[in-house]
């Protein structure tokens, strides 16, 4: 079983910027990918941003240029700082890893950010 703990999420001013942390109970790099995504009041929960085992990364059209998604090896932590934040960003953040053996998915919680003035 594998345990994903995010961390960061809050309110913040349009405009402003947050790190959100997934922590992973065991190592990143045994996973095929880990990502980002945000579920929104009456939307889907939608991709924002992935990060694979080679490093490649993806992002959601909406947040290419404001987010940006790293990894530590060591820390066995994803990350996902956003800047330029507006009230469409505001949602449930959730992390997400796939084994690649088994292609489960695990899901965290989820953290909410709340962009507002």
């Known amino acids: 079983q594998v345990h994903l703990v995010e961390s960061g999420g809050g309110w913040v001013q349009p405009g402003g910027s947050l790190r959100l942390s997934c922590a992973a109970s065991?190592?990143?790099?045994?996973?095929?990918?880990m990502g980002w995504y945000r579920q929104a009041p009456g939307i889907q929960r939608e991709m924002i941003a992935l990060?694979?085992?080679?490093?490649?990364?993806k992002y959601a059209s909406s947040v290419k240029g404001r987010f940006t998604i790293s990894s530590d090896d060591a820390k066995n932590t994803v990350y996902l700082r956003m800047s330029s934040l507006n009230v469409e960003d505001t949602g449930v953040y959730f992390c997400k890893a796939k084994d690649p053996s088994t292609w489960i998915d695990y899901w965290g919680q989820g953290t909410q950010i709340t962009v507002s003035s």
């Open positions: 065991r190592s990143i790099s045994s996973f095929e990918s």
């Open positions: 990060i694979n085992s080679g490093g490649m990364t």
